[in-house]
């Protein structure tokens, strides 16, 4: 089902409210052990953010607005191109352009790289 901008905007405002709330909530979840074939670690965790990085990214910061929380879900979920890269893929466009890889970390939600040109 193709939908335009503005309408998924709108849907996507129910998700954003659900993980409003669960951050709302500010309770912390004991997992007590490794759940390996789900990908989850125990230990304490957010709801909000074990909810978000295990069943469906409804993005909360409480120093955001609704609205702002809401383009980020948006962005989320309406990309028109979308590509997941591996790290080693990353570390050797580096290589190929000269730079040099000050930081490369790696999240669940991607790849961050600091680098500087090679002298």
């Not at 074990?50 to 990309?79: G, V």
Request: hydrophobic share 35%; aromatic share 10%.
């Amino acid at each position: 089902m193709n939908k335009s901008d503005e309408e998924t905007w709108n849907e996507m405002m129910a998700l954003t409210k659900l993980g409003q709330q669960l951050g709302d909530m500010n309770i912390t979840l004991n997992v007590e052990d490794d759940i390996p074939f789900l990908g989850i670690k125990k230990g304490s965790v957010d709801l909000q953010r074990f909810f978000y990085w295990n069943i469906c990214k409804c993005f909360y910061k409480s120093e955001y607005t609704l609205e702002e929380m809401n383009h980020i879900n948006f962005d989320w979920f309406r990309p028109a191109n979308c590509h997941r890269q591996t790290p080693e893929e990353v570390s050797q466009w580096c290589k190929e352009a000269g730079l040099e890889i000050e930081r490369l970390n790696v999240e669940d939600a991607g790849i961050t790289v600091i680098a500087k040109k090679e002298r």
